[in-house]
Nanobody, 119 residues
Framework: QVQLVESGGGLVQAGGSLRLSCVAS????????VAWFRQAPGKEHERVAA????????YYLNSEKDRFSIYRNDAGNTAYFEMNNVTPHDTAVYYC????????????WGQGTQVTVSS
C-alpha cells in the first residue's frame, strides 16, 4: 500500500522560510516523479512544484520559481519542498503527490499539511 506522509507545516511569520517533507512508503520511490500542490481557502488546487524521478526535470509555479525549491532524497524515500520569504498568500494546505508515469496527473497523494503565514 502506497503512503505519502507530509510534515513540516505550521505557523510561520511573513518573510520566514519553511521546509516541508514527504515520506513515501510502499513504492520504489526512485521510480516516481513527485510534486507539491496547495489549496488555499476558496481557491483552486494548484501545483507549485514538481520533479522527475531522475531529478533531471523540475517545474515551479511561474511566479514563484525564485522562492520555491523542490528536491528529493531517494535513499530516505523523502521529497522536500522549501519556501523562502513567505507571505500570507502562501497560507494553504500543502499536499505531496507521486506518480511513476505522468508529470501532471498524480495517482498517489498525502493527507496534506497546513501552512499558515502570519503578517
Amino acid at each position: 500500500q502506497v503512503q505519502l506522509v507530509e510534515s513540516g507545516g505550521g505557523l510561520v511569520q511573513a518573510g520566514g522560510s519553511l521546509r516541508l517533507s514527504c515520506v513515501a512508503s510502499g513504492l520504489s520511490f526512485e521510480d516516481y516523479g513527485v510534486a507539491w500542490f496547495r489549496q488555499a481557502p476558496g481557491k483552486e488546487h494548484e501545483r507549485v512544484a514538481a520533479m522527475s524521478a531522475r531529478g533531471d526535470w523540475r517545474y515551479y509555479l511561474n511566479s514563484e520559481k525564485d522562492r520555491f525549491s523542490i528536491y528529493r532524497n531517494d535513499a530516505g524515500n523523502t521529497a522536500y519542498f522549501e519556501m523562502n520569504n513567505v507571505t500570507p498568500h502562501d497560507t494553504a494546505v500543502y499536499y505531496c503527490a507521486a506518480d511513476p508515469v505522468s508529470p501532471t496527473v498524480y495517482n498517489y497523494w498525502g493527507q496534506g499539511t497546513q501552512v499558515t503565514v502570519s503578517s
